[in-house]
């Protein structure tokens, strides 16, 4: 998930984004190389947004917009989609094409659109806000798709400034200039990334997040396959070095649900995200325990809508319908698919 099933992100391959010689090839099924007539942006493509959505989305976003007006919302705020530089998404989902180490099993992507579709497509949705979670895999990543991210959120107006962070000289400095810049929200992803998130390197550029009270993504659950670095453990490590820290647990902690709820209990600025959680996907894999379902109502204010748009392998509308299936009610869903994500990222420009 792009986090992880806690789904998987598979490792982007190169840009920094290597071809890995694992079986991560771009396979004719939609992932096209760039002499194929996928065009790099700003040579003339349309600007995001600018596009109609897809036509097939029509009924779904009807759906979809029906869900959120039926709770008396004006939208969504999804805190998790992934919007990338192109070469990057190829080689994302060329890997979850060829069912990589870190996802393990089929995954098609639904929305494998160009970008402008991909932005039309969340607006028919009716997503107010929304995110563009990059993430390294090496260093020496990071500060490009920082410079990405913030080109794209200038473009994208409803699209939160969205910056990353990795363990390396220099991380501070661009943390801080991405801070300075307006991000609204970091993503860290320990299981793609291979880094303790306690990394000494990390320390000053966490204690500038948690000081700005940026929200940051976090990929920390051991799904869909661990990693040396992923579980409860150090990230608990990294909160009782900075507790004011606002951690958003991607995928509610996949599949270590218990642990990191108790992890939100125990730290007051902690979040969960939703995102792949409680769809009929997730639950085939690791699923939800139906003893802890009395928490989420309990962590109400804490826990909030994402999806891994457009890298998800069932339609939007269905992780929308698995939060209402619950049946934790109207004000815990009108909380988590609106109001806790305009908390954490502020308001729509």
């Not at 500038?208 to 929200?215: C, F, H, N």
């Not at 769809?279 to 909030?304: H, N, Q, W, Y």
Request: proline letters at 8%; a negative charge; one cysteine or more.
């Amino acid at each position: 998930m792009a986090n992880g099933t806690g789904a998987g992100e598979p490792r982007p391959a190169d840009d920094g984004v290597r071809d890995r010689g694992e079986g991560v090839r771009d396979r004719g099924e939609g992932v096209r190389d760039r002499d194929d007539g996928v065009r790099d942006r700003g040579e003339g493509v349309r600007v995001p947004g600018e596009g109609a959505a897809p036509p097939a989305s029509d009924g779904e976003a009807a759906g979809v917009r029906s869900f959120w007006t039926r709770l008396g919302l004006p939208g969504l705020v999804d805190v998790h989609t992934h919007f990338m530089p192109e070469r990057v998404m190829r080689k994302v989902w060329a890997y979850f094409d060829a069912a990589g180490p870190l996802t393990g099993l089929e995954w098609p992507i639904t929305y494998r659109h160009e970008e402008d579709e991909r932005v039309a497509l969340l607006r028919a949705f009716g997503v107010r806000t929304f995110t563009s979670m990059v993430y390294p895999h090496k260093p020496g990543m990071a500060e490009w798709l920082n410079a990405w991210a913030g080109d794209f959120a200038g473009r994208v107006p409803d699209c939160a400034r969205t910056a990353t962070l990795f363990p390396e000289d220099g991380v501070a400095r661009y943390v801080r200039k991405a801070l300075e810049g307006g991000t609204r929200v970091f993503k860290a992803h320990v299981q793609v990334g291979d880094y303790a998130p306690d990394d000494p390197l990390l320390d000053a550029a966490w204690g500038d997040i948690a000081d700005a009270g940026v929200p940051v993504v976090v990929h920390c659950g051991s799904g869909p396959a661990p990693g040396r670095y992923t579980g409860p453990g150090p990230v608990g490590r990294l909160l009782a070095r900075h507790p004011g820290l606002r951690l958003v647990v991607a995928h509610m902690g996949m599949p270590e649900y218990g642990e990191f709820l108790d992890l939100a209990e125990r730290y007051a600025e902690v979040h969960l995200d939703t995102t792949v959680a409680f769809t009929d996907f997730s639950e085939a894999l690791a699923p939800f325990p139906e003893k802890e379902r009395g928490r989420l109502a309990d962590l109400g204010d804490r826990i909030v809508l994402g999806t891994d748009f457009p890298n998800i392998p069932y339609p939007y509308l269905h992780q929308l319908d698995a939060l209402e299936g619950l049946e934790l009610g109207e004000d815990w869903l009108r909380a988590v698919c609106h109001d806790n994500g305009a908390r954490l990222l502020g308001p729509s420009r």
